[in-house]
């Protein structure tokens, strides 16, 4: 069955690079994108040296978990659940009902995005060259937990991408929600978590959790220790990530009970 | 126990009346009245192995949303659907290797993919074994003409193509029923006589159970023999199409071809429906005007080069029965006034 998906998700990716001009412009946009707040980030850094005393190194690391995750969600939900209440409003979930597949996984690799390639490669470059900068080898250990670091953070990018649009199924229209509780709220992400006040703290950890997604797993890297709550945090991330995207699949399934197709 | 049970299906739709001016529309961010609307409502009926069903009704009947909550898209408000023994949407993937279904306005096809990849992605979704699918890829390609399309990406086909295409790729797999939502819409008569005859030589090769929704009485009239009528979301008729157009029978068409112009026929029973230079057609009540009395006028008072009798077609009856309940709702309407 995994060959099935693979091979749907193969189709998709080399559809869109059959499309060649949109796929070269969608690449250079978000090398625009993402290399406008990096250069933000860089002339604050300028200015100030050091963030909530993060030095410069820290903060790019805290950005290339973020961008890292937020690319490897993005290629997986951006066509599926980025299109999803334009879907539900013209019916075109019925398709997919009807086949002997598993939805959400054939709604995934059918609509797999090409368009990330470039944020892995920048993102991973800024991480290796931060860690370099600050010293930090990565042995064996340290690798392996990066990479269960990456797949958390992703999750839970993933899950932040889900529950904000699955509404849909209910409203025909989640655009609001996505804004708010997915874009808006992962902007906090650029700074350590320590430097905003207790409300904004609680809730990125607790209600809304995307400081899992960078501010606690970057510490174990930098051998730091700090926010207001415990510190075994740093390790939590691919646990939360993984109860992040449960909760996102139970509620896609009482979405896909609730849904409602339209006449034709 | 039938193939298919439908028992007391209703489904209910929710949606809100959008309010004439800004004052009113700002009013309803606030509070909001919906409006419940039955699509189906209370639908029983139950469909045998090997059926070739024709599901009618006017626009806005409930026909897709009862073809939907039977191949599991959609989840009724109340009542049971039981198809080939499961409860189709508890047990999605397992309602979708046995049912296959298509969707005329809506495709579900690839669009960037030949129909050749097509075809083999879907006999790796559904796992059919090569056998089974060598001989259906076969058979369809030669029943429905699809050597010409085979290696053409999808968007490149043009409607026609797209429909056999789909029809194709739903019967891969030997499902035992198969769901038409309006398979003939917008195709020329070529096409549309060669999935009708593909349809009809697939029931008797696979007994493969056939529901249809459409606005083509051609459809009916050549694919069924089984026709449930169904009109704002409730069950207004269920009979076999033979019994369907015995309805029509109170009455008959003549078409008479005649050399001299002559003077057209006054009796009760018997109207004029279409008056041409040399050819009058008139509509025969049988139970006011024998038949040899009509021969007799008729051969009286035309000099007679050629007769064509027909009986109604389903489309006329059909018409009469849409008529009918469109003309009992006004009236309820008016009754509810007062």
New interface residues.
């Given amino acids: 069955m995994i060959g099935l998906y693979t091979a749907f998700a193969r189709i998709s990716f080399l559809t869109q690079l059959e499309y060649r001009g949109q796929y070269f412009m969608r690449m250079v946009s978000k090398i625009l994108g993402w290399s406008t707040g990096f250069i933000m980030l860089m002339v604050l850094l300028q200015k100030f040296q050091t963030i909530g005393g993060w030095s410069i190194y820290e903060i790019l690391l805290l950005y290339a978990f973020d961008v890292l995750s937020y690319s490897i969600a993005g290629t997986f939900c951006m066509g599926a659940f980025g299109k999803l209440p334009g879907m539900i409003r013209q019916g075109e979930l019925d398709g997919i009902l009807t086949k002997p597949v598993n939805p959400l996984v054939y709604l995934v690799s059918t609509k797999i995005s090409a368009g990330y390639t470039s944020n892995y490669i920048i993102a991973l470059g800024i991480i290796i060259f931060s860690l370099r900068k600050l010293g930090i080898a990565l042995d064996g250990f340290r690798s392996v937990w990066l990479v269960l670091d990456i797949i958390g953070a992703s999750l839970i990018q993933m899950a932040g991408f889900m529950i904000t649009t699955i509404p849909a199924f209910w409203l025909y229209k989640s655009d609001g929600l996505y804004q708010l509780f997915y874009k808006n709220f992962t902007e906090f992400l650029k700074y350590p978590l320590s430097i905003y006040n207790v409300g904004v703290q609680t809730l990125l950890t607790f209600i809304l959790p995307y400081a899992f997604i960078n501010y606690y797993p970057v510490q174990y890297f930098l051998n730091k220790e700090e926010g207001r709550f415990a510190s075994c945090f740093m390790f939590l991330t691919p646990i939360v990530g993984i109860l992040a995207f449960f909760a996102a699949y139970l509620l896609w399934l009482r979405g896909l009970r609730a849904y409602h197709s339209t006449g034709s | 126990m039938s193939l298919i049970e439908v028992s007391h299906v209703s489904r209910e ?1 929710k949606s809100f009346q959008r309010p004439e001016g800004l004052k009113n529309a700002l009013y309803t961010l606030f509070k909001r009245e919906y409006e419940y609307k039955m ?1 189906v409502d209370d639908v029983s009926f139950s469909i045998e192995k090997g059926e070739l069903v024709g599901y009618i009704g006017p626009n ?1 009947a409930g026909k ?2 009862t073809i ?1 909550m039977l ?5 009724p408000s109340s009542g049971t659907v039981m198809t080939g023994g499961i409860v189709p ?1 508890e047990q ?3 309602n ?2 046995h ?1 296959g ?1 298509v ?4 495709s ?1 096809l ?1 669009w ?2 030949p129909m050749e ?1 097509t075809f083999e ?1 879907y006999r ?3 796992r059919i074994d090569n056998k089974t699918y060598c001989r259906n890829v076969d058979m369809f390609v030669e029943l429905l003409e699809m050597q010409q399309f085979l290696r053409k990406p999808v968007r490149q086909l043009s409607l026609g193509q797209k429909m056999r295409a789909e029809l194709a790729v739903a019967l891969l797999h030997d499902p035992s029923i198969l769901y038409l ?2 398979p003939t819409i917008g195709l020329d008569v070529v096409v549309k006589d060669k999935i009708r005859k593909f349809i009809r030589s697939l029931n008797q090769e696979k007994k493969t159970t056939v529901i249809l929704t459409t606005h083509d009485m051609d459809d009916i009239e050549e694919i069924c023999n089984r026709i449930i009528m169904i009109d704002h979301g409730k069950l207004v008729l269920d009979q076999t199409v033979h019994d369907f157009k015995i309805q029509g029978t109170d009455h008959y068409y003549v078409e008479l071809s005649f050399s001299a112009n002559q003077k057209p026929l006054t009796i009760p029973g018997v109207l004029m429906v279409k008056e041409q230079a040399a050819c009058h057609t008139y509509q025969v009540d049988s139970a006011m005007v024998s038949f040899n009395l009509l021969l007799r006028l008729l051969s009286d008072s035309y000099d007679v080069t050629d007769i064509t009798i027909n009986k109604p077609e389903i489309d006329e009856i059909v018409r009469r029965l849409y008529k009918r309940t469109g003309e009992r709702e006004e009236s309820e309407k008016l009754l509810h006034i007062k």
């Fill in positions: 739709f699509a806005g897709s949303t939907k191949s599991g898209i959609l989840v949407w999605r993937k397992k979708a290797s049912i279904v969707f005329g306005q809506r579900q690839n960037d993919l990849d992605l790796r979704m559904y939502d309006e």
